[in-house]
């Protein structure tokens, strides 16, 4: 079994502020995580993965995320928000290996305030 | 452009007609999802096809099946349709371990 939880269905920050999208996930077995960005009227855009490669990821976009496995924690952070990075975000768990279901976190809608 | 492309981009249309949605993808992947997102923003996985295979199927209605006639194509025809299918359906497709690339999504409205 799997699950994710992102912990802030909202985020505000200022721009040019850093930001931290805060996920925990939950597995039995090695995941794959990711992170993608929906902005408004649009479909899902891939910002990074973590394949159990480095633990720290870089993105798209200056966005990163750290693999914390003794927190189950995948944060997705930003030195210095834009207001292009006004959108919903989404942390996505899989079990490594073969065609696994994905499943989605609930979302955190991060607003950026000029 | 090489994309997942889905049509139409919005549907209205009124309680109890059938529909259907259509997705093609020219990345080369060998796997296809659909998704519907409710007005929360939650994204549920629906079906997943591989090699035009069906893989995973969700806890769905009946009323929806999906068809695909080849690997780059997954088209979702819905039945009789209800006043809670109105949601965003995002179809995606993938290589095998590698991450999904999505549609913009169909934004059906049930009158």
């Known amino acids: 079994a799997q699950s994710v939880t992102q912990l802030d269905s909202h985020v505000s920050v200022s721009e040019g502020t850093p930001v931290l999208l805060r996920c925990n996930y939950s597995?039995?077995?090695?995941?794959?995580l990711f992170w993608y960005v929906q902005h408004p009227n649009k479909g899902l855009q891939l910002l990074l993965k973590?394949?159990?490669?480095?633990?720290l990821v870089k993105g798209i976009n200056g966005f990163e995320a750290e693999f914390k496995k003794s927190e189950t924690s995948f944060h997705l952070t930003k030195p210095s928000a834009h207001m292009s990075d006004a959108a919903e975000y989404f942390c996505?768990?899989?079990?490594?290996?073969?065609?696994?279901?994905?499943?989605f976190g609930t979302g955190t809608k991060l607003q950026v305030i000029p | 452009d090489t994309a997942v492309s889905q049509t139409p981009k919005y549907l209205v249309t009124q309680m109890g007609n059938d529909k259907s949605i259509k997705c093609e993808q020219n990345?080369?992947?060998?796997?296809m999802y659909w998704y519907k997102q409710d007005s929360k923003k939650f994204l549920k996985i629906m079906f997943s096809?591989?090699?035009?295979?069906?893989?995973i199927n969700e806890t769905v209605p009946n009323r929806f099946s999906p068809k695909s006639p080849d690997k780059a194509h997954l088209n979702l025809h819905i039945n009789s349709l209800e006043l809670g299918d109105s949601a965003v359906y995002f179809c995606?497709?993938?290589?095998?371990?590698?991450?999904?690339?999505f549609g913009d999504g169909t934004r059906l409205s049930i009158l």
């Open positions: 996505v768990v899989r079990k490594s290996g073969g065609y696994q279901k994905v499943t």
């Open positions: 995606a497709s993938s290589q095998q371990n590698q991450p999904q690339h």
């Open positions: 597995s039995s077995y090695s995941p794959s």
């Open positions: 096809y591989n090699n035009k295979e069906l893989i």
């Open positions: 990345l080369g992947h060998d796997t």
């Open positions: 973590y394949t159990s490669a480095a633990t």
